[in-house]
């Protein structure tokens, strides 16, 4: 029985998807439009695509429009199908039998950040010439670019056993199968990071035994098929920082001037990743304080970490933040961060912090 595919998202929707995402992509030449040779070979990702490689002995193919061959656009050695936009994609095995596989991977523009949230997109769709369909793709992450000698799949044991440092592979969620041979499908998926991840691999990490494989009864000599996917429009980009409730943070770059309560630009950026987690999340309230180093008189300490409070809880109303949503309280210099007697640790201790808990129900 054929399962209902959710994800799929019709074509006429495109556009309200990827206009959303307003972030720099992080996937360096995420459409492949950008090669350095046109394709004449099959297998030669490595040599054809900037940015792009095989991490393993998979042969991953390019294709273009400029190629005269077997690899070009709408016409290739596995069917037809035109780019989602540009000229160009890539194409990979992510079934295949006695477990081979193909995979792709990229150096990103920059390192993730540890603890924030970015979410990666990509389109895809099934070669004419596939004899099933699988419900697996997924998305590993890794210090260094990885060169694994197998063309078999690469397993969580796999990855471990790697001097480079790795994520586990994690899936793209969906509840049907890829199976779609005329139109793009679109996937996402949201991953927090933990602070090394310079590149990106894409594939089915799974053994054919894991894999849900949707036969389409072809008549071939094998007894196990293939599933041959076409990759492009590949996304990564920056989501914010993984806040959790209960928890205390120092707002980034609200290290306030000597005496002063006022917001700069890299203060407000801040504020509005924190207002953007908290729209998200509606039963979710905030809590600020403000501090202040230890120069002055007590009184006015706490006259002044009110005010720094106040002006961060002004600007989340004035983002849109609804007031039963925040309160503010100022501790002076009661609570140092770095209780030494340096000009360091007193512009660490002139700060705003926030924790967010949940709605109690009276």
């Known amino acids: 029985m054929r399962l209902p595919f959710t994800n799929i998202v019709p074509l006429s929707l495109l556009s309200l998807i990827f206009s959303s995402a307003v972030s720099q992509n992080l996937v360096q030449n995420g459409s492949f439009e950008d090669f350095i040779e046109c394709p004449i070979k099959m297998s030669n990702l490595n040599k054809d695509a900037e940015f792009w490689s095989a991490p393993t002995l998979g042969t991953t193919d390019y294709f273009n429009e400029c190629s005269k061959t077997k690899l070009g656009i709408p016409m290739n050695f596995k069917g037809k199908q035109e780019a989602f936009e540009g000229n160009a994609y890539a194409g990979l095995y992510l079934y295949a039998p006695k477990d081979y596989r193909e995979y792709i991977q990229v150096e990103l523009s920059e390192t993730l950040k540890k603890g924030h949230r970015y979410s990666l997109k990509l389109s895809l769709s099934l070669s004419e010439k596939s004899d099933g369909a699988v419900m697996e793709i997924g998305a590993a992450f890794s210090e260094k670019p990885l060169s694994i000698h197998t063309k078999r799949q690469l397993s969580n044991a796999t990855l471990e056993s790697e001097i480079i440092k790795t994520t586990r592979p994690e899936q793209f969620l969906t509840n049907g199968f890829y199976d779609d041979k005329t139109e793009w499908m679109h996937i996402e998926l949201e991953i927090i990071a933990k602070g090394f991840e310079r590149y990106l691999i894409l594939g089915n990490f799974k053994s054919n035994g894991g894999t849900n494989y949707l036969d389409f009864g072809k008549n071939r000599t094998s007894t196990e098929g293939y599933s041959y996917y076409y990759l492009d429009n ?15 943070y120092v707002l980034n770059h609200v290290n306030f001037d000597f005496d002063r309560f006022e917001l700069g630009p890299k203060a407000r950026k801040s ?15 905030v809590t600020i304080s ?25 600007y989340l ?41 949940e709605f109690v129900d009276e």
């Open 234 to 248: 590949i996304m990564l980009t920056y989501v914010g920082p993984d806040y959790q409730p209960n928890q205390t």
């Open 271 to 285: 504020l509005k990743d924190v207002y953007e987690h908290l729209k998200k999340h509606p039963k979710l309230k």
């Open 290 to 314: 403000g501090h202040t180093d230890h120069l002055g008189s007590e009184e006015y300490n706490e006259v002044l970490s009110n005010q720094r409070a106040n002006t961060v809880a002004k």
């Open 317 to 357: 109303r004035k983002l849109g933040l609804e007031n039963d949503r925040i309160s503010y309280i100022g501790y002076g210099n009661k609570i140092p961060l770095d209780s030494t007697l340096t000009d360091k640790a007193r512009r660490k201790n002139r700060r705003v912090e926030f924790v967010m808990t």
